[in-house]
């Protein structure tokens, strides 16, 4: 396995892109603290934004990722333009068809990567030439599929591809890190852990909803409450609270008042109601910390002795 230059950090973990919590003010940080931070960039991003949070995001030459969605690019085309003018160090495009983009990408000499959650998934990433895949598991925050969990999948992954593989879903720490490097990862793929950062961009009353948070619950719930197009196949994983068990499982009966009720639910943060998009190790956040706290903590998987 060749390890692109972009991916030789001194920690192998890359912060994931996170649309919403993760602007460039983490990436920034994960990519200072020998990390890779990444940008995650949602639908309704324009490339003004994109080029304002990747100037934080690179600040003083430091390297930096994007994360774009597959499916949002035919909606949204001056995101992939304002990314290939940049030229950051990897740029992700996932959840959809993402053939073009990679191809242009690549093209143009940029490191590429996309996040797979299934073997028909990495069929079609390796058809697309992608330079990086990163291995989701369903345990993993925010949007993907939920059809498999990160070491099953990991492991036959690995199995049929020669590429730089990365581990991503429910990785909270050294021991993660360890053991997906162990299996022979490049390294881990990482969103919920940084959750939490001083330098993620949640409100103090997310995040204090974070540290409360016990389990997550899988599902298109939120999608249909705030009518955002994701594919259906790419459920979101978010905190489960009373709004989401409420409509799981009946999502296409929630109506035009429910619908309200979250969207006002939003605004004054009643995280009873609003979403949070976090994965199964939303349960290991206790308080705020630094992203570079989180990155050295992830460094002992590099300490073999230390275990
Ligand atoms: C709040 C949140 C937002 C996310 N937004 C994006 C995104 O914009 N683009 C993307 O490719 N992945 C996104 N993801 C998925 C992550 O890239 C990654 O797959 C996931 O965080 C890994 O699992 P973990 O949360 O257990 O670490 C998001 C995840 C979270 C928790």
């Not at 230059?5 to 192998?12: G, K, S």
């Not at 429910?258 to 605004?267: E, F, L, S």
């Amino acid at each position: 396995m060749q390890l692109p230059l972009a991916l030789r950090t001194p920690v192998p973990l890359v912060g994931a892109p996170m649309a919403g919590p993760g602007g460039g003010r983490l990436a920034h940080a994960v990519s200072r603290a020998g990390g890779l931070g990444m940008v995650g960039v949602n639908q309704s991003r324009d490339a003004a934004w994109i080029e304002a949070e990747a100037r934080i995001a690179g600040a003083d030459g430091t390297p930096y990722g994007v994360g774009l969605m597959a499916w949002a690019q035919p909606q949204a085309p001056d995101q992939l333009e304002a990314v290939l003018d940049l030229r950051p160090a990897l740029v992700s495009v996932s959840f959809g068809a993402y053939d073009e983009p990679v191809r242009r990408l690549r093209e143009a000499g940029i490191t590429t990567a996309t996040q797979v959650g299934s073997l028909a998934d990495l069929e079609t990433a390796l058809d697309s030439g992608v330079d990086v895949i990163v291995v989701r598991g369903g345990e993993g925050g925010g949007h993907g599929r939920n059809a498999m969990a990160t070491l099953p999948l990991l492991q036959m992954v690995l199995d049929r591809t020669a590429l730089p593989v990365y581990a991503a879903g429910g990785i909270l720490n050294h021991r993660g890190l360890a053991a997906v490097l162990a299996a022979g990862a490049a390294g881990a793929w990482v969103g919920t852990a940084f959750l939490g950062c001083v330098e993620a961009a949640g409100s103090p009353a997310a995040k204090t909803a974070l540290f409360r948070a016990g389990e997550t619950g899988y599902g298109r719930v939120f999608d249909v409450a705030q009518d955002v197009a994701w594919p259906p196949e790419f459920g979101g994983r978010a905190v489960a609270n009373d709004y989401f068990d409420e409509w799981v499982g009946h999502e296409d009966a929630l109506d035009a008042p429910a619908r309200d009720r979250h969207r006002a639910a939003v605004a004054r943060e009643d995280f009873s109601v609003a979403h949070l998009y976090a994965g199964e190790g939303v349960a290991a956040l206790t308080h705020e910390v630094s992203a570079a706290d989180v990155v050295a903590e992830f460094a002992r998987a590099l300490l073999t002795r230390d275990r």
